[in-house]
């Protein structure tokens, strides 16, 4: 069973039980590499033109798949939050006097801790990536890269 977080729960918000099993697998292909470490200390949205610097490190057998992504500017990076809660369906994100459906909010607090973000590509050396852009803790897995929506290839 997927384990829940010991956060607190803040006031309007609402947990539900987690479910018995999960529906699918997933490979973590890499990990992210920040300067974050705490949750609190991460950019709320990446900037990819003027965030730092950041590394992805895509492990084998992975690595024959970064083929060809010099020639894009811009990536799409999904990623697994995986310190953030799974159990909310209601948030207060900012302590109101009420609470938001997860699926209303960017927030990582999610049932499936997926997140996207669109990076600059700044190098390619081996199976390391650098790129700016991302809000994500430093070490979190890399579950897939995909070259931006309409870029040229």
Known sequence: MAETCAD??????LAVPMPERFDAQLWFIGR???PWTRRGECP?????DNGPACRIEVFEPWTPGLSGIAKHGHLQILYWMDQARRD?????????????????????????????SIVRLLAVEGPVLTVRGLDCLDGTPLIDIKAEFGAAP
């Open 8 to 13: 607190p729960i803040r006031p309007h918000e």
């Open 32 to 34: 992210i590499h920040t």
């Open 44 to 48: 709320r949205r990446g900037d990819p």
């Open 88 to 116: 909310l369906v209601l948030q207060n994100p900012n302590y109101g006097d009420r609470a938001t459906g997860t699926f209303a909010l960017r927030s990582p607090v999610r049932p499936n801790p997926v997140a996207s």
